[in-house]
């Protein structure tokens, strides 16, 4: 029986998206939350840089069950062929996105201006750095999940424009 939050929602796994819709959403993401939050929903939250072994035999990363997110599953995961040449752009040049964003001086009806936005894998330490009195020295969950609830509807909004 799937469980009821505080507010009386049910609470469950969300249904999976297809592959095209799901590169829509990280695109989608990016544009309106920043290059940032598009890399975390990789569920990337407590990697750190060293965890990640592509020059290997066999590319994996590895989850070393330090903190409360890995240690449900520890372990190695195998890197895909086909993901091992985004790793390591993301690796030596960052992920970029065009952001558009309201602003008083931007063009248009709307106000807005498009902004680059880059994020750039840490040397050192979590990929996704907390702020700095957080309890936690990686980002929570939490603040990812309120950017992806934000977002969600106006996602299907746009889905519904594109047709």
Sequence with gaps: ???????????????????????EWIKFIGRECGARI????????????????????????????ETAGG???????????????????LIKSGYMVTRRR????????NKTIDIEDTYYMPEDGFLFVSR???KRDHLHYNAVYAHIRKQA??????LKKQG
């Design 132 to 134: 700095d009195k957080a």
């Design 153 to 158: 509807p106006r996602f299907l909004e746009h």
């Design 71 to 89: 240690r449900k599953s520890p372990g190695e995961v195998y890197v895909r062929k086909k993901h091992i040449a985004w790793l390591r752009s």
């Design 1 to 23: 029986m799937p469980k009821k939050s505080r507010k009386g929602i049910k609470i469950g796994q969300a249904p999976a998206l297809s592959r095209r819709t799901w590169a």
């Design 38 to 65: 598009a890399v975390i929903l990789s569920e990337a939250l407590t990697l750190k840089r060293k965890d990640i072994s592509l020059n290997g035999e066999i590319p994996k990363i590895i989850i070393s069950g």
């Design 102 to 109: 309201r602003h008083k001086h931007g063009k248009g009806k």
